[in-house]
């Protein structure tokens, strides 16, 4: 049997601006941190950085670099 499906619209302006339009904040940049820290483990070779904690700083990049390079 197939299913009915329906949608609605409920619109609520926002009552603390002239515009009564909402923000979505930092909804987008949510993703990217893990995008980065995806990108770093992939970077250095030998899965030296596969359990890196954030925040990534260039002391902890530097060095699972080092551990990589020598698990060679």
Same mark, same amino acid.
């Given at each position: 049997?197939?299913? !009915?499906?329906? !949608? $609605?619209?409920?619109?609520?302006?926002?009552?603390?601006?002239?515009?009564?339009?909402?923000?979505?904040? !930092? $909804?987008?940049?949510?993703? =990217?941190?893990? =995008?980065?820290?995806?990108?770093?483990?992939?970077?250095?070779?030998?899965? =030296?950085?596969?359990?890196?904690?954030?925040?990534?700083?260039?002391?902890?990049?530097? !060095? =699972?670099?080092?551990?990589?390079? $020598?698990?060679?």
């Amino acid at each position: 049997m197939p299913i !009915e499906l329906r !949608e $609605a619209v409920h619109s609520v302006p926002a009552t603390s601006n002239p515009l009564g339009v909402k923000g979505t904040g !930092e $909804a987008g940049t949510t993703a =990217a941190i893990a =995008a980065v820290m995806n990108a770093i483990s992939n970077a250095i070779p030998n899965g =030296a950085a596969d359990h890196m904690d954030m925040p990534a700083t260039p002391a902890k990049v530097w !060095e =699972a670099c080092q551990r990589g390079l $020598a698990a060679k």
